[in-house]
């Protein structure tokens, strides 16, 4: 089944690729100092490759259902805003990993 006529691959790749536009426009519209294009970049790198992942399996557990147009719609939307959270958790999630691994070796 397609998804707003989209095969799922497409429909993958354009709801991460659109998660990861907002993320940026959001992060630039947000952000009180220079615009840090080095970090955006790996931000949207980072975002891309977790967001496929993420987005693949349940566009796939989707594809078969018979929604209305109204519900793709809803789904597609929450998954886009998905999308442009997932730089955060990691990133945070690396923070976290790192902190942890710096205080045991201090210990050491």
């Not at 397609?2 to 354009?14: D, H, K, N, R, Y």
């Not at 977790?50 to 519900?71: F, H, K, N, Y």
């Not at 997932?86 to 201090?106: H, V």
């Amino acid at each position: 089944m397609e998804i707003f006529g989209l095969s799922p691959v497409v429909a993958t790749l354009t709801i991460v690729s659109s998660g990861v536009v907002l993320q940026n426009i959001l992060g630039w519209l947000k952000s009180k100092e220079d615009y840090n294009t080095r970090s955006a970049l790996a931000s949207a790198v980072i975002a891309f490759i977790v967001g496929i992942t993420i987005i693949g399996p349940q566009i796939e557990a989707i594809q078969d259902q018979m929604l209305s147009d109204l519900s793709e719609l809803t789904i597609v939307a929450s998954l886009i805003a998905s999308v442009a959270g997932f730089d955060i958790l990691t990133k945070n999630a690396f923070k976290i990993a790192n902190q942890k691994i710096n205080s045991q070796n201090k210990s050491i």
